[in-house]
């Protein structure tokens, strides 16, 4: 057996032609402990077409997945929905190998592949809502800047109703499984969420505006196939219904305690304020940064209604644990979040002040005093915390 991998149908008409990357755990500071997918998607129409590529690396894995249904040359058109290179990667070797008639991509991704690339492969622009002729289908294009970044958009198959959404909908999920109806729910909502939360969360008001964008098109949708993960066929409502909710980032009665401690006085704060909430009956989840990675912060806080931050002074600074989630969560811009810093220290005391002023950073609501000890904290010091924690279970069951 000289070929492992095969294509897989997904429709009528189309078959995942995609690479399983099983070993990766870092995707760009978000941690993928269950891998991932770079999925392809092969048209079967009389201009047959594939729509992406995967990571360089994966070139092979793809082409042994096209050659088990069909000879590469036999590919007419290629269509880049995303730029990014774990989609374009293998791009221009794709293109050397196959000789397609035209490559495609929305204009900016066409500048962008040009500013990766360095390439004077003729790659040719489509428009927002323009067509494209396979002889026998069509393929429609509707832009999606920024989701999530500003070459991206989605290519329709009315034939099939199927939605090829590059990353949109998709999850850092390495799986045999190639649809959402052989993979638990829980696992479908967990990965997705974790995948929203870590690389869609910033353009949540652009993706409630794309969500109304491909519902104002009437197009029928039966097929969901993302760049990562399992194709959608059956569950298909709950991805989009979760999109609208994560969207929306409504605040719920939940608080995230996130800190970094030294010598545990910091700690034993945390826990005065995460008892604090507990006994107002808000849902804590107490993160320390000494064992948490960054990636399950602001998986949590995606449903959440506050943020409280706390740190030790070190050198004047707080904790480098908290300065690396402070500066994730600063870029990712979790909304509508009230919050509050707390912290301990030895002799000058910045910690505190710093968290507060990265959280008016984040636009977040400082919406209790913050509280800071010198040293260990007495059981004065504790009850402030208590008072803290207090001030933000109001605040929250106001909203
Ligand atoms: Fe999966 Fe934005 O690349």
Redesign the pocket.
């Given at each position: 057996m000289s070929n492992v991998f095969s294509a897989v149908k997904i429709s009528d008409h189309v078959y995942w032609v995609g690479a399983i990357d099983w070993t990766i755990r870092d995707f760009h500071g978000y941690t993928t402990p269950h891998g991932s997918t770079?999925n392809a998607y092969l048209v079967m129409a009389n201009k047959i077409t594939l729509i992406d590529t995967v990571k360089a690396a994966f070139r092979g894995e793809m082409l042994a997945r096209i050659k088990s249904i069909i000879d590469p040359k036999q590919i007419k058109y290629i269509i880049s929905n995303?730029s990014?290179m774990?989609?374009s990667g293998c791009l221009l070797e794709m293109i050397d190998i196959i000789k397609p008639e035209k490559v495609f991509a929305s204009a900016v991704g066409v500048r962008t592949l040009r500013e990766l690339f360095h390439d004077q492969h003729e790659i040719i622009p489509v428009k927002d809502g323009e067509s494209l002729s396979l002889g026998n289908m069509e393929l429609a294009f509707m832009e999606t800047r920024m989701i999530?970044?500003p070459d991206s958009m989605f290519t329709y198959l009315a034939k099939d109703q199927l939605l090829f959404s590059?990353?949109a909908f998709?999850m850092h999920l390495a799986s045999l499984e190639r649809f959402d109806d052989e993979i638990p729910a829980a696992t479908l909502e967990y990965e997705a969420a974790t995948y929203y939360a870590n690389?869609v969360l910033p353009y949540s008001p652009i993706v409630l505006k794309a969500l109304e964008k491909v519902m104002a098109t009437g197009w029928k949708i039966k097929i969901l196939a993302p760049?990562?993960g399992p194709v959608w066929r059956k569950n298909m409502g709950m991805i989009i219904e979760l999109y609208q909710k994560w969207a929306q980032q409504k605040p719920t009665a939940k608080v995230v305690v996130v800190y970094a401690t030294m010598w545990h006085s910091t700690e034993k704060m945390a826990l005065a304020i995460a008892e604090s909430l507990a006994q107002e009956g808000i849902k804590v989840k107490l993160m320390s940064m000494n064992e948490v990675h960054r990636s399950e912060i602001v998986y949590e806080l995606l449903n959440a209604g506050a943020l409280i931050v706390g740190s030790s002074t070190l050198n004047n600074n707080i904790l480098p644990q908290m300065a690396d989630v402070m500066t994730y969560l600063k870029g990712l811009k979790p909304a509508n979040l009230i919050g509050a810093a707390f912290g301990s220290y030895g002799w000058s005391g910045e910690s505190v002040r710093d968290l507060e002023q990265m959280l008016k950073d984040m636009k977040v609501k400082i919406a209790a005093p913050a509280v800071s000890v010198k040293h260990v904290p007495d059981n004065s010091t504790l009850e402030k915390c208590h008072d803290l924690g207090k001030v933000i279970a109001a605040e929250l069951k106001k909203a």
């Open positions: 770079y995303h990014e774990d989609h999530h970044w590059q990353d998709g690389i760049d990562h």
